[in-house]
């Protein structure tokens, strides 16, 4: 099973520096994760000044909002994408994670599969789907 792990941020946060020690440490996390086969992708986000948001509604042209997102609860700052056998090896792993102060949180989420909307997506649909996925999955080599 893929999981995404979410590492999140308040708007206030997103202007502070982080430590410099903290990307050394971050760096020996990644490569434990590396060392255990597990790790599928990890990146880190820059701060919402560098985005958008954009808003759906039906019957109207969607919404953009440039950031900064200064009225956000939270904000993603970045993830990892772990494959493991279970949410509770995900957690066990996320607990791991080095740097974080007092009270900030990561997310751990199952990445959905195809199986996951079978009856849901039509057989072409899910055909479609996997050919897509192959498709990505040959580029990336």
Known sequence: MRFMIIVKMTPAQENVEPDPSMFEDMGKYNQSLVDAGILLAAEGL????????????????????????????ELVAGFWIIQVKSLEEAVEWAKRIPGFADGESVEVRRVAEISDFEGVMSPETIATEEAMRDEIAKKSH
């Open 46 to 73: 820059t701060g919402s000044k560098d985005g958008a948001i954009i808003t759906f509604r039906k019957g109207a042209k969607p919404v953009v909002k440039d950031g900064p997102f200064t009225e956000a609860k």
